[in-house]
C-alpha cells in the first residue's frame, strides 16, 4: 500500500476543522506542506500538548505527508510567544534541512489557513479556493501525528485530545475515546463547577453550541468548553436567525468596521461583511453578488466579537446565509481574479489576548490545564457522519464483538469519506444510518 492508502485505511481526517479525508488531500500536488502549531482558538490547548509530547511525531508524520504529495518543504507555523514549544520542535526537526519552524505573531485568527498560506509562502489563495490551488497543503498538529501513527505503527484514529476548559473542576487536555459522551468529559474534569451550564464545542469563537450533553465526541472535536449558562459567548449562539436579520436592519449603522477588520477581506478578498449586512435588509431568497460574497467568509467570528460596535454579528449570518444555499445546492463561482493584500492588514491585526477578553473568558485561560489525562468510557457512540463527504457504511451489525481498531464502517463505494474503526473493546449494542454504539462486555 502506498502512504494515502494507509492513510485512508486508518480513517485519517483533518483534525481540526472539517474533518477532510486525509487520503485525498496528500494526492494533491503540492510543494509545500505547513503544519498548523497555531492553535489560534483562546483556550484549546490540545495541539500544544502533542507537540510538547510528541515533537519528532509531528515532524515525521510531516515527512510522511511530504512524500505522498513531493513536497520539497516542510514548515510548523508555530506562535513564537511559545518560546519553549519553539525549542522543542526547532530541536525535533534539526536533522531535516527541509523543514523549519515558522514562527508567527500572537494574533488572532493566526490559524486561518489562507493566513497561515500567506504568512509562510507569501502566496495568496485565491477567492473560494484552496491552498493546493497555490501548492500548499496545510494540516493540523493532530492530523500529522495521525498520519504517523497510521503509516508506522499501523493505528487507525480512534482517539483525539480535547481541551476541556471553563467551568470544570479541572480544565485538562484529555486523550478521548472517538464516541465518549461529553458529560463523561466533563465528569473526567471533575465536574462543572456552576449548575446551569451551556456547552460548546470545539473553540469559543468557531465552535457550536452544543445542547446534548449525551452527545458524542468526534474525530474533529478540538474542544469542551462549559460555560455559565447565560454566559453571552452561549446566548449569542440561541438567537434565532430571524432574530439576527430584524436586529441588523435596525441597528447596523454600516460604520464598516467589520469590514476594515476582517482578515479575509485584508487579504484581498472581496468579502465586505457591511454590504452584506445592509443586503440581508433587501431579503436574501434572490442570492445578489454580494449575499454570494459570504461564501468568502471562513467564519472566525471577529467581526461579531470584536469589530461591531452593536452588538451584531455578521459572520454568524454569513454562516446562516450559506447553510441556507447549500440546502439548496448553490454555491456561487469565484472567477480568478488578481488580488492584493491590503497595506493595513498588519496594523488591523487583533492581539489574541484582546479577543480572549472581549469574549469574556480571560479568567479561564489563566487556568493551569492538567494535561494527558485519559479515561475509557464503557460505552461509545460513533457518527457515521464525522468528516467530509458521503456517512460511513457500517460493516458491523447488533451483536458483533469488535477491538479497539476493528473497522466498524467503511465509505461508500466511489465515494469521498473516511473509514472508521472502534475505539474500545466490546459489543456492538446498536446500528443505525447515523451510529453505531458499543459497551464494553462487562457491561452487555
Ligand atoms: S461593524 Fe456592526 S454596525 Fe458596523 S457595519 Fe458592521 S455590522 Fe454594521
Ligand atoms: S467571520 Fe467576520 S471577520 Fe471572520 S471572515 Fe467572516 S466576515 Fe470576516
Known sequence: MNISEVIKDRGVVGAGGAGFPTH????????????NGAEC???????????ETAGEKVVMGLVYIMDACKAEKGFIALKRKYLPLFRVMAEAAAEK???EIFPMDDFYPAGDEFILVHEVTGRLVPEGGIPTQVGCIVDNVETVVNVLDAVMNNKPVTRRFLTCAGEVKTPSVIEAY?????????RTCGGATVDNIAVLTGGPLMGCLETDLEAPVTKTMSGVIVLPGDHPAARKRTIPFEFMVKQSKSACCQCTYCTELCPRHLLGHRLEPHMIMRQISYGIDV?????????????CGLCGVYACVMGLSPGVINQKIKEKF???RFKPDFPLRDISVSDLKDYRRVPAGRVLERLGLAKYAAVNLKRGVSNN?????????????????????????VSSGTLIADIPAGA????????IDGRVTHVDEERILISNLDRN
Do not use: W
Open 41 to 51: 482558538e483562546p483556550l484549546l490547548a490540545g495541539d500544544k500538548f502533542l507537540m
Open 287 to 299: 442570492p445578489s453578488r454580494t449575499i454570494e460574497n459570504a461564501f468568502l467568509c471562513s467564519g
Open 326 to 328: 447549500s440546502k439548496i
Open 416 to 423: 469521498l469519506g473516511a473509514k472508521i474503526h472502534s475505539s
Open 24 to 35: 485525498v488531500k496528500v494526492c494533491a500536488e503540492a510543494d509545500t506542506v505547513i503544519v
Open 178 to 186: 472517538i464516541g465518549t459522551p461529553i458529560n463523561e468529559i466533563i
Open 97 to 99: 534541512d527541509n523543514i
Open 377 to 401: 468510557p464503557g460505552r461509545v457512540e460513533i457518527l457515521l457522519k464525522q468528516h467530509t463527504g458521503m456517512p460511513s457504511i457500517p460493516v458491523v451489525k447488533a451483536g458483533d464483538v
